[in-house]
Structure formats: structure tokens, C-alpha cells
């Protein structure tokens, strides 16, 4: 599986993103997927996750309520549109795919395939 993050930028504080993990392969719709963010100086984080059904989302504490994660297996895509951001939220936003189609852990050693990262700026 090859992953292509996108929708990354500069908006200001309150605004919104919207990201794209792009997959190729057809396991696809069969994996878990996971978006992760790393800022300067700081360790790499979760954000949130999906199933493979695309039916149970995961969301860490710092994002639930503003950021939704979604998937279309028709499409390989998984978009995590990003709310009400802050300043906090600057990072490269990665995502991933884990073979086991739960999501079994917030941790990244848990995902076998990782995109590049994409620019998140929230300026205040």
C-alpha cells in the first residue's frame, strides 16, 4: 500500500482544513487507517482513527469534538477534516494503514505503511 497525504496550509486560528490520505492497493478497504501529527521539537502524536468498515472512529482527547474522520473504500480515500483549529494544532499530519482492520492501538508502531506529511499551519 502507497500513501499520499494532501490538504495541508496555512489558515488562521478558528478556520479549517481539509486532509486526504490517498491509497493505492486493493487491501485497502481491509486495513485500518490512522492520521498522526508530529510538531517541532515533539514527539509524533495520534490524532485519530477508522476501521476498516469506516463505522468506529477514534479521536485523541486534544482533537475529539473538532476533527472527523472518514472513509470512502470505493475511493481509497480517508479524508480528516480539521475544525475550530488552534495554534496547537501546527504539525505534519501523516497518515497510515495498519494490515488488521480494528484499530488496535494509538500507537504508531501499530501501522505497517506511513504517507509522507502534510503542512499544518494555524497561525493565531
Known amino acids: 500500500v502507497q500513501l499520499q497525504a494532501s490538504g495541508g496550509g496555512l489558515v488562521q486560528a478558528g478556520g479549517s482544513l481539509r486532509l486526504s490520505c490517498a491509497a493505492s492497493?486493493?487491501?485497502?478497504?481491509?486495513?485500518?487507517m490512522g492520521w498522526f501529527r508530529q510538531a517541532p521539537g515533539k514527539e509524533r502524536e495520534f490524532v485519530a482513527a477508522?476501521?476498516?468498515?469506516?463505522?468506529?472512529?477514534y479521536y485523541a482527547d486534544s482533537v475529539k469534538g473538532r476533527f472527523t474522520i472518514s472513509r470512502d473504500n470505493a475511493k481509497n480515500t480517508v479524508p480528516l477534516q480539521m475544525n475550530s483549529l488552534k495554534p496547537e494544532d501546527t504539525a505534519v499530519y501523516y497518515c497510515?494503514?495498519?494490515?488488521?482492520?480494528?484499530?488496535?492501538?494509538?500507537?504508531?508502531?501499530?501501522?505497517?505503511?506511513w504517507g509522507q506529511g502534510t503542512q499544518v499551519t494555524v497561525s493565531s
Open positions: 497510515a494503514a495498519d494490515r488488521h482492520g480494528a484499530v488496535r492501538s494509538e500507537s504508531g508502531i501499530m501501522y505497517d505503511y
Open positions: 492497493g486493493r487491501t485497502f478497504s481491509s486495513y485500518a
Open positions: 477508522i476501521d476498516w468498515s469506516g463505522d468506529n472512529p
